[in-house]
């Protein structure tokens, strides 16, 4: 089913009760989702090896008489707008460099029947990738290039599982890549349910150890964190694991 087909579904609850009247004529909410996206489709940008960044702000111009229409449906419209948008960026690998926004405007230049949409990405398109990994709900910017994590005091992110070592496995990232290495740990660390001593840690996969779930994400954000380091030695293997080469 494609997306438009899940957005007509959605959006089906909403349209067949007391505000189905007021679609006979004019901007149908389907095209709108069409239209946004397009618009995610034509304004995505490449912008390194696995990132493509997406335009997370609209604006969809609408002439009065469909501004009216689309406003007597209030949050459902903007709630299924939203979920599209997100579903289909996830679908084709986009990212967004902050949260998504989607308004509709008023635009007495445009008419009955038709729409413009406007975007832009935050900040004007200035945005960085931070590495971040998700642990027990709560969330943890790996700001240094080596982040080591178990059960120890000692460790940099400390988890409460007796079934993890105390330093039990680290997670490496330079501002692009990421790998994760076992620290010789006593039950051993998975990778998306395999048993891995290190690996090249691809974005929003999972690494577990003991019982709890490490969740690995690559996040665009406007303002440049402080970029980690990681030693060359490091840099070498995460590519090498990356790409499928030997490991030294």
Known sequence: MGLLDSFEKGLERAVNSAFAKTFRSGIQPVEIASALRSELDKKAAVVSRDRILAPNTFTVHLAPADDEKMGALGGALQHELDTLVHKHAKSQGYSFAGPVSISLQRDDQIATGTLRVESSTAQGGRVSWRGVVDIAGKRHPLVKGRTVIGRGSDADITIADAGTSRKHVEILWDGERAMVRDLKS?????????????????????????????????IAQAAPPPKPTMTAEDATRAYDLRDGGPLS
């Open 186 to 218: 006593t039950n051993g660390t998975l990778l998306d349910g395999r048993k891995v001593t290190e690996a090249a840690l691809p974005p929003d996969s999972t690494v577990t150890i003991g019982r709890t779930d490490i969740v690995f994400h690559v």
